[in-house]
């Protein structure tokens, strides 16, 4: 009886420990991935700045991102593209309608995006991040940009985010000229 009772107990402890190493390994996949695509950027620094190059070139066409947090927000997104040969900025909030501006500026504004998407290299930035333990609440966010040569990124997370400050300044570019627009200014 005592053998028996060893044997089940062995047995279950290695089925316990066999879905945990599973689950290990999938883990270590997913963040191996990661390490491995930053490490790789990391060794073809040529590669990017040739990229970074052709993007001075090519220009932006649209930038998009949006921040959804516990608050209503009167600017939650912004999103600045050429449209018909002018560069539009449209804005909607959390509690109002999307708007959209013509700018006259519109094509610095592009400029200064562009630069904070190639200085923060955004163009690498991954499909989605996500911490390890899933909270109720916090924020999620969203990017995408587009160059005028067809290439573009699409990001997006919730309670996490790449590392560097390109999302902030992404933000704070953005949403300073739609709060402005908006009659919101800080």
């Known amino acids: 009886m005592k053998i028996l009772k060893i044997?089940?107990?062995v047995i279950a402890l290695?089925?316990?420990?066999?879905?945990?190493?599973?689950?290990?390994?999938?883990?270590?996949?997913?963040?191996?991935?990661?390490?491995?695509?930053?490490?790789k950027n990391k060794k073809t620094g040529k590669n990017m700045q040739t990229k970074n190059e052709?993007?001075?070139?090519?220009?932006?066409?649209m930038v998009e991102y949006q921040h959804q947090g516990m608050m209503m927000q009167p600017v939650a997104?912004?999103?600045?593209?050429?449209?018909n040969g002018k560069v539009v900025l449209a804005t909607r909030g959390t509690?109002?309608?999307?708007k959209e501006f013509v700018l006259d500026d519109g094509e610095q504004l592009l400029?200064?995006?562009?630069?904070?998407?190639?200085?923060?290299?955004?163009l690498d930035y991954g499909v989605s991040y996500e911490p390890e333990i899933q909270p109720l609440d916090g924020y999620a966010w969203?990017?995408?940009?587009?160059?005028?040569?067809?290439?573009?990124?699409?990001?997006?997370g919730h309670n996490a985010e790449p590392g560097g400050?390109?999302?902030?300044?992404?933000?704070?570019?953005?949403?300073?000229?739609?709060?402005?627009?908006l009659g919101w200014d800080d």
């Open 111 to 122: 400029k200064e995006a562009l630069a904070i998407i190639e200085e923060e290299k955004m």
């Open 142 to 156: 969203s990017f995408a940009a587009r160059l005028a040569d067809g290439r573009s990124v699409s990001s997006h």
């Open 54 to 61: 052709q993007c001075k070139r090519c220009g932006l066409d």
């Open 95 to 98: 509690v109002t309608e999307e």
């Open 7 to 9: 044997t089940v107990l």
């Open 14 to 39: 290695a089925l316990v420990g066999g879905t945990f190493t599973a689950e290990a390994k999938v883990k270590k996949r997913r963040s191996t991935t990661r390490k491995e695509k930053t490490v």
């Open 165 to 181: 400050e390109g999302l902030s300044k992404i933000e704070k570019l953005l949403f300073a000229r739609a709060r402005k627009l």
């Open 77 to 83: 997104e912004v999103r600045l593209e050429r449209k």
